[in-house]
């Protein structure tokens, strides 16, 4: 039943959010209501909308009573309140009144159309893709970013890197920032600006402030910094490729983890990559291209070297040219070649060592470029003297004779016999571009391998301190067809929404009830149910291993496995079988339910080049080839012996046994378990780490500026658990701290006469003391919990505080140190005072005495001319009376 307090806000004229086909949500502003005892009606007129395909009119009967029995509306809730517009664009989406979808929506979609294409939402940070060069991400910008806490400046992926820097730095731990999203949301971009940021920040200031130091630093400190910048052309040059939804589309997850010692200044890096695409190498559908790197080798390559490799047009090679796209507009492969090649020598290669990889990207040109003509109706041949495939095994220094046999042939291994058949041109084809695949394969990881050498050596791995990972890895997918490719991403994604919900969720929650907080539990929805699907010991993985450890195995057996295993009333939530066909079946992801289909899922997951054809490979007479084979080797015998200590399976043989030749099809590691190794590898250092997030969203489909889709926006906030997060965030205490840390931080916000004993009240007369809203904080039994903002507030309050003991000090020593000063000077004025004043009077007293003389002489005189005068008139006036 609606509480009075629910509805009071709705009144006539009130602006509120309803649903929209197109926009997501509309403002509506209510025109009437009408409460009765069963139920509220309430009537919205759209404010703005097309009257012909949008009814502009939506009645909400929402139920106000028990007594309530129904009503035919198009609503039965109450709509979303709109936020006063004051709020509007607000940086932090916590800080919104009402938080729901359209309010998520609306700010974040205003906030792109003011050019801000970052919002914080909680803990993560939105990054919207502007689809143009923005004046984000300058030097300035980084200094500016750098030693400022985050809320101080506008939101940044700068400042989600600061905080991961300090934090590893303040806190002695590792740290790992996971950007996520859709193809083309903007990832790569983002995880290149933040590792720009850490080379230039860690740089300038080694952690400390940014009064720069670096002339202590030797060379080796920047140059391990560029060498770092370097790996992103490189990876990008040989795993990344043009699609319909990316020109630059990664077609790897990239896990690159940046040491820095314990002054905090670089070190080195190392990166872990996840299940390259294959299958490009061999076909890309219309539009898109193949690994920029063969299109880069094809327009860049100098004459000697075009003839020596036999190198062409690039639509000349039946591996390039599918797509029916050779270029991609605005990038110039010719340019670009040579970038790869200097950034290649930037990691320390050799130019020779970079023509040896050419040599091997030039023979599986050729090799895609071998005719497969059919034999007789059925059986394959190739002709040896072929211009194609004479290149190609010229190149690759394998036998041609060799190679063209276990091309077109198979061998079964029984145990009495070897029985060799033919094989059929499809086949053969098969074999050809399974051994292009592989070879492929086998160089991206000895190229990440070779990167990992020269960016951490064992000096700069003995030195490493701490760590700062960035996961660039791709985002929830979800086709009209969707394959053993998209089936991986979405169990790592499931993977990764683990971790989040765990992380956001689940241990903030468990944590407040440990605590005994007052703390109402928030829903949510865990997803182990679905990754226990996938990865559980009967499992889709585990089912899919076992079916191509069969060399009858098929698909379709496969299917079938999973339906008998796995559709079952207990997986009902998460595996569905469909309603029509057999090839297929339905995974209900966290994010959206996506059916795959099982043809080819065992092909891949064998990822499987038969023995013959391994042998002719390792007699190759060129040495960089048998480098990487056996480079191949050693990692293939590293994953065997992993799992065989993962699963404690007795039957694995020890590594020592482990190597090729007879090892057979049974021994090898199939792509699906070498995913699951790393992905469980990958989520064990995270899960050691402290994580940041940033979720890039892809603002529209067709990649133009600034141009913003709401159901396209909505759909990707939904699925990345932004919605959720908002929630928990508000509602929850994002901050905390042990008593014990806190004290010893906080101490000097009381008085000394006024700390008591116990922890929890020390805390407690603390944040009395400091802040004044206890809403905005709670004492649990080890820590204390604080909404968002408020660590903010005792930290200035702290700062002020020392900033005010530190006044004192240095007032009173500097008192001291002038009253001295003073007083010399005093004394020495008085000394020098004395001394004149002494002249002074001593002049004055001669003046005195002068003045004294003169006045004595004068009076003499004056006696004396007036006696004179008065004698004279005397005689006269006696003259005159008597007349003598
Ligand atoms: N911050 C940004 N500023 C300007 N342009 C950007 C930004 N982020 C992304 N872009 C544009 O979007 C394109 C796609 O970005 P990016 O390659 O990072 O996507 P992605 O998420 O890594 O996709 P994929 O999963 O396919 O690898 C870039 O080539 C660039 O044009
Ligand atoms: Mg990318």
Known sequence: MLSSDALEPYVKGLEVWVPHAEEGWQLATIQSRELTEAHITLETRAVTGDERTNPRMHMHAVPASPRFLGQDAQNTELPPLRNPKVLDGADDLTSLSYLHEPAVLNNVRIRYAAHNIYTYSGIVLIAMNPFQRVQLYAPELMTAYSGKRRGEL?????????????????????????????????????????MRYFATVATQSGGKSLVADASKRDDRGTEIEEKIMATNPILESFGNAKTTRNDNSSRFGKYIQIHFDKQSYIVGATIRTYLLERSRLIYQPNTERNYHIFYQLCAGAPPSERAQLCLDECTKFAYLNQGNCSEIQGVNDFEEFAETQKALSTIGMSVQRQWDIFRVLASLLHLGNVAIAAQSRTNASIAEDEEAFVTATRLLGVDAAMLAKWITNKQIITRSDKIITKLTPAQAVSVRDSVAKFIYASLFDWLVTNVNATLCNEESASQSHSFIGVLDIYGFEHFKRNSFEQFCINYANEKLQQEFNQHVFKLEQEEYIREQIDWQFIEFTDNQPCIALIEGKLGVLALLDEESRMPSGTDENFVNKLYQQLDTPANKK?????????????????????????????????????????????????????????????????????????????????????????????????????????????????????????????????????????QMTLSQLRACGVLETIHISSRGYPTRRTLAEFISRYYMLVPSSKRPESPRDYCAAILDHALKSPDKYQIGLTKVFFRAGQIALLEKARTDKLVHAVTMIKKNFLARIYRRKYLALRHATITVQVKYRRILRLREKERIRREAAATTIQRHWRGYNQRQCYRAALCSIIYMQTGK
């Open 574 to 710: 998460y595996f569905k079988k469909p309603r029509f066909g057999q090839s297929a079946f339905t995974i209900c992801h966290y994010a959206h339910d996506v059916t795959y289909e099982a043809e080819g899922f065992l092909d891949k997951n064998r990822d499987n080049v038969p023995d013959e054809i391994m042998e002719v490979l390792e007699a190759s007479t060129f040495d960089f080839l048998l480098e990487v084979q056996k480079h191949r080797q050693a990692v293939s015998v590293a994953i065997n012996y992993g799992a065989a200590i993962m699963n404690e399976a007795k039957e694995v043989a020890s590594p020592q046994t482990k190597g090729r030749g007879n090892a057979g099809v049974s021994k090898k590691p199939t792509l699906g378990s070498v995913f699951k190794g790393s992905l469980i590898e990958l989520m064990t250092t995270i899960n050691s780490t402290e994580v940041h997030y940033i979720r890039c969203i892809k603002p529209n489909e067709a990649k133009v500026a600034w141009k913003f889709e709401p």
């Open 154 to 194: 506008e939101p940044h992926l700068f400042a989600i890197a600061e905080e991961a820097f300090r934090d590893m730095i303040q806190e002695q731990r590792d740290e790992t920032i996971v950007v996520s999203g859709e193809s083309g949301a903007g990832k790569t971009v983002s995880a290149k600006y933040i």
